[in-house]
Every structure is written in C-alpha cells, then in structure tokens.
C-alpha cells in the first residue's frame, strides 16, 4: 500500500547547469553570472513576470517547470499537484537586500517588490500562480535536506487524497550558492517513492 | 516634455524588470497596467516609491496611483507639475 | 472514523496578555492591545499603530532564567515562553515520555537582533552571538531546548500569515497518522523594523486602529504574539486522563493561484480552504457557531475573504469576526494566537466582538459581531491566509 506511488521525473540545478533525469539539460560556464536569465531563453520558459522574482523563485520555478514541460502539465488542465518544499537559508538572500535598503539613513527607498520576496513561500505562490494550482502548499526551513520528513509528507498527503500529485524537494539560495532539487511524485513512473531513491536522487545535485 | 517621457519609458523598463520590452515600443498612449503593459498592484508601488525617489512627490494613498499611471502621458504630465526635484 | 486531535494545553504571548488567563480578561473585556510603538525606534512611529508586547527582552530573558550570554532572538524569547506555558498547562512532567514534536513557525525568525546590531556585527564582539541567531530555525531550536525535547521531530513551517495555521493541521495529521503520540504546534513572531519598513513599502499599514470588514477601513496593524497548543492522541488522552481543552476537527490548505501578495477577486483559496477543512471536520457549514476571520483590515482582504464567506456559507452566515483590532496582525503566529482565542470561545461559549467597526461595506451584506455575546459555541472555523496565495482553515470543536 504505501509504496504504490512512483517518482516520474526529478530536476536538479546547480553549478550553472540544470539535468532533467539525470541528463544535463542546459549549462553555461560557471563563471557566467546571468545563467538564469540564459536557462530562461534556452528552455522556452515564455513567462515573462519571471524577470519580476527574486533568484530563489527564479530557481524554483525553472526547476519546476522543466518538470512540468517534460510531463506534459499546463496550466489548462488544473491539476491537483501540492507543492512541499524547503530550504536552510529560508529567504536570506532577499531578506538582505531588504535589509540593506532599510538600514541606508541616506537613501531610504524600501521597495515593495524586493519585500514581497523575504517570505521563502512565495516561490511556491509563483509556481502555482503560472501552474493554476490550487492545491496544498508547504514550506519548512531545515538545516539540512530531510529526506524521512519530504517523504512522509508526500505519502500523508496520497493516503489523505489531497493530491494526485506532489512536487517536493529543496531550493537554496545563499549568496553565490545555490542548488534545487525538485522531484515529481505520481501514481506512474520508474523509480520508486522510497526513501532510499529520494536520497540517491538528492545525492546527485553533489556530483553534477 | 518628451526627454522627461524618454526617460520614463527607460526607468520603466529598467525598475520594473520588463525584460521582453524595450522603451521604444511603450506609446505615449499605451495602456500601462491591465490589457496593455500588464502591470500590476506591485508595479504600482514601486512607481510610487520612483516618484518619491526621482521626483520628489509622495503619494500617500496608492489609490492615487490609478490615474496618474494610466499611461506615459499621464504619468509626465503629473511629474511635470509636480516636482519638486 | 479518523483518529481524534485532542488540545490538552495552550500558551499565549501577546499584546493584550502575557499568558492565556490575561488573553482571556481581555477578550472579554474588549479591552485592545494597538498602540504606538515603544520599543522600536522606527522612522515611522508617529504614522502606525502596532501590537506590541509589554516585555522587554530582559524582562523575557528573566522569565525563562536565561544566562547573559543567551543569543536569544525577541522571537525565540516569545517562543519559548509560550511553549512552556502550553506544556505546563498540559501537565506533562516528562516531556520526552512520549513519542513528541514540535513544529513552530515563523516568518521574522531572529531579524530583529541582525537590525539592531547590523552596523556592530564587524567591530563588536559581544554582539556576533546573533549572527547565529538569523536563522529562521533558530527560534524552533531554541523553543526545543527550553522545553527539553530530545531526539523529537522538530522543525519550522515558512508559509507567511498561514503558518501556524499550517503548522497546527501538520500537528494533526502526524497524530492521526500515528507517526507521534502528542505534538506541540504553533508559531511566535516579532515586531521587527524589517515587517514595519516592508508593509509600510505595501502602503497597507493604517495609520490608526485598525477595522477589519468596516467600508472605511484603512489597513492593518503589525502585531507580535507567540502562542502554542498541545496536541494529543486518544492513547496519551486516555492512559493519563487528560482534560481535553478542545479537539482539532479539521483542516484545509488550498493556493490561492492569484498573486504574491493580493488576493483573489472571489477568494478562491480561501473557499477552498474552508471547504476542505469541513470536509474532513465532516460537518456542514451551518454547523459552524463562530467564524474567527483573518480580517486584517486591508482594503484587499475583507473583501476577497468576505465573498469567500459568501460562497461557502450563502445566506447563512454564521457570527464571525477578526480579533485583529485587539492584537494586531502577528504574522507567523496568527494561527496560533487565534487557535488559542478559538479555544477559549468553545470553552466559555463566547462570540467576539470586531472591534472598531462602524460602516458596512457596500460589497456585499455581511456585518460581524459588535458586542461580546454569549452563546452556545461548539465549532469554530478560524482563518489564516498568507502571502504567495497559501490559505488555510482550522476548525476547533468541543466534542471529538
């Protein structure tokens, strides 16, 4: 019963290069600092309040949306697809730049569209936003990537029936680090839902 | 009056991240928010804080925001006349 | 049948008390906690109003008999002190006796301390004990030790204004599941510069009390709170004859899919958040006796929760109103604060009153409760809607 679901595909960014499967699927030299701006063009993402979100949703929402390209999911069909992710570093990297803006005694200029991104969660509004997903969205902020607690939430959520599908996994974004790795949990697909395969797949964003 | 729209145009693109529009092609006329740039409630917060920032005009109800962003010709006829840097 | 989601203990920190018999008096007093700002020396302190805790950080480090050299954030000090509150209320002597967690949520985490000693971080020593301290699992960390957890689920839920909402139906599913036998689910937040500058670049901060559902209604008040329930399964009620204080029923969490920041025209998250909550509380909605909304008083919100409210309950709108106008809007703990305030209507049978309210909004015919009324109240709904469009419901029950 509980091993019934299936993980379909998985995503992983990192290092300026984006593998869907463990296939690269898109890299530039790590040197190249406007690699998501790159990745955007190259892989026909067509969306363009993309430019408008910070790097932690940009990350996200390439990462999902190679995903949701290669399994065929758009925005017309509505799918019910609940979204459960984390990260360590929660929204630091904008929290920042906030902060940044707000300490300035000189030029005091906060702006609405650097704030609206110091909330890790937004990422996942994004994804929805653009996907029509009304489903259930979640995010934790752990020190490392958990694979037992993304594991259980995933299967609650399938013995509940809240979702028929779930996009989990971990997005970070610290200063120059960065790293995603999305995986797509389905009724079908290749590799089982185990723990086991979700860390093996998870271990693959250190050898990219 | 046409430098000042010019520029508008520019520091549109430019602070708004409309990345797949250049300054060239905003109208004078064109619809800013809604059917026509696609603009949206946060767009129009941070022309508010470009107001304050470049102009020196401080709007205190975003409400205000709808007219005067209606398009290029709204928003330099406001800055226009009030201005105060 | 699925297994029952007893609360056996809660604790409260906010602008109208330091505990839940403070809460309580309060509440029923209508007696608000908005004011101006006194601890945070903020450029805006004489155009908002705000929740904010009589405390100072040492009269907090006091109470938890803390050593100088702690690195507690405002928000881990709340934390821990209403965690505490809610394990002692609880009556559990050995916390670890049970298969226990702790899920926290919050969105400002150790902020405040990063701002106050942003430009001393590089010279001062003393101060860099902080800089460990940002880290949004930091508060979660700190509340775990004060309570003595070990070798326990512990994390942190980052959903903005709906995360202690998400982290009480969390708590719930992990009891009825079975993966823990009692669980300690809430959130604590500060007020911080960081949340006033941002809101205030949103231009959605009224700049006096604040009237949630009131035509005239000119934005929301920034608040700080922490508050925690004990959640327990039927086995820990039993084997130790707990008192339950009240059941979670259900719970429901949908994506608004509209915007960051704005809600949807119809509410459509918050519709579907509600639906799925009496879904799995299996009840009707006119089961529901009292409806705490999440009404923060923004232009945006009352009236998009307002026409979710109409199409899940029709005509028959049961009494709801926002406790917002007494503590603010507390961000990551609303959820929590409000559980405990949706707690203590099914225990004393009491309707709130929506404080400050005068105008009806012309959108459509919905009017909340102006008076603390008594009544029977055996379900409450409470709301908790989020920014990136995360919206979620929790209903309370007197009987399982």
Same mark, same amino acid.
Do not use: H, P, W
């Given at each position: 019963m509980e091993n019934q679901f299936k993980i379909s595909s998985y995503c992983h960014v990192k290092q300026n290069k984006i593998s869907l499967n463990g296939k690269v699927l898109f890299s530039v030299k790590p040197e190249e600092s406007t690699f998501l701006k790159q990745a955007y063009k190259a892989l026909n993402?067509?969306? #363009?309040k993309f430019f408008k979100m910070d790097k932690l949703s940009q990350l996200a929402f390439l990462a999902a949306d190679v995903l949701f390209q290669y399994e065929n999911i #758009?925005?017309?069909?509505?799918?019910n697809i609940a979204l459960v992710m984390g990260n360590k570093a929660s929204s630091l990297d904008t929290d920042r730049k906030h902060q940044d803006s707000i300490q300035d005694k000189t030029s005091y200029y906060p702006s609405p569209a650097v704030f609206v991104y110091t909330l890790p969660n937004i990422m996942l509004g994004e994804i929805s936003i653009k996907y029509k997903l009304y489903s259930e969205n979640s995010f934790f902020v752990f020190e490392n990537f958990k694979t037992n607690y993304f594991y259980n939430y995933a299967q609650s959520l399938i013995v509940d029936n809240k979702a028929d599908k779930i996009l989990c996994g971990w997005v970070n974004v610290d200063d120059e680090d960065y790293e995603a790795f999305l995986y797509l949990v389905t009724p079908n697909g290749d590799l089982q839902h185990t723990e086991q395969q979700i860390n093996t797949l998870y271990n693959e964003l250190w050898t990219l | 009056m046409d430098a000042l729209k010019q520029e508008l145009k520019e520091s549109l693109v430019e602070q708004l991240n409309l990345e797949d529009i250049t300054p060239a092609e905003i109208g004078d006329d064109d619809m800013l928010f809604g059917d026509g740039l696609g603009l949206d409630s946060i767009d129009a917060l941070e022309l508010i804080v470009m107001l304050d920032k470049t102009y020196g005009i401080k709007l205190t109800d975003p409400k205000q925001g709808r007219a005067i962003f209606e398009s290029i010709n709204t928003m330099s006829a406001y800055i226009a006349e009030h201005r105060t840097k | 049948m699925g297994k029952g989601v007893a609360i056996t203990g809660m604790g409260i920190i906010s602008a109208i008390g330091n505990n839940v018999d403070e809460n309580r008096e309060a509440l029923f007093a209508s007696?608000?906690?908005?004011?101006?700002?006194?601890k945070i020396n903020t450029n805006h302190k004489n155009d908002i109003m705000v929740g904010e805790i009589a405390y100072t950080n040492s009269q907090l480090e006091g109470l938890l008999q803390l050593p100088e050299t702690n690195n507690y954030s405002r928000t881990a000090l709340l934390g821990a002190v209403a965690a505490k509150e809610a394990v002692e209320s609880a009556r559990i002597s050995d916390i670890n006796e049970y298969k226990t967690g702790l899920i926290s949520a919050t969105s400002v985490g150790g902020m405040d301390m990063t701002e106050k000693y942003y430009y001393e971080y590089?010279?001062?020593?003393?101060?860099?004990?902080?800089i460990e301290a940002h880290h949004a699992g930091d508060s979660t960390q700190k509340i775990a030790e004060q309570l003595g957890l070990k070798n326990s689920l512990v994390t942190t839920i980052s959903t903005a204004c709906s995360s202690a909402a998400n982290a009480i139906m969390l708590g719930a599913r992990l009891i009825k599941s079975g993966k823990l036998d009692r669980v300690i689910v809430g959130g604590a937040d500060c007020l911080s510069k960081f949340t006033i500058n941002g809101f205030k670049s949103l231009m959605i901060l009224s700049d006096t009390y604040n009237t949630p559902f009131d035509e005239n209604r000119k934005g929301l008040n920034l608040g700080e709170a922490a508050a925690f329930l004990v959640l327990e399964s039927d086995a820990v009620v039993k084997a130790e004859n707990k008192t339950v204080l009240?059941?979670?029923?259900g719970y429901g969490n949908a994506n608004d899919a509209f915007h960051q920041t704005a809600s949807s025209e119809n509410g459509d998250g918050a519709t579907l958040a509600m639906q799925q909550a009496l879904k799995v509380a299996n009840l009707k909605p006119e089961a529901i006796d009292y409806v705490n909304a999440h009404g923060t008083a923004t232009g945006n919100n009352d009236l998009s929760e307002g026409k979710a409210f109409l199409r899940v309950f029709g005509d028959d709108m049961p009494p709801f109103s926002s406790t917002k106008p007494f503590t603010g809007h507390t961000l990551a703990a609303a959820g929590g604060i409000e559980a405990v305030f949706s707690v203590l209507a099914l225990q004393h049978d009491v309707v709130y009153p929506n404080l400050n309210y005068k105008t009806p909004m012309t959108a459509f015919n919905l009017v909340p409760e102006l008076e603390l009324k008594k009544e029977a109240v055996n379900t409450v709904l409470s709301n908790s809607l989020g920014f990136g469009g995360n919206c979620s419901t929790v209903i309370f029950s007197k009987k399982q």
């Open positions: 993402v067509n969306y #363009s #758009s925005e017309e069909n509505q799918e | - | 007696k608000t906690g908005i004011g101006r700002v006194v590089l010279e001062d020593k003393t101060v860099q004990k902080y009240a059941y979670v029923k």
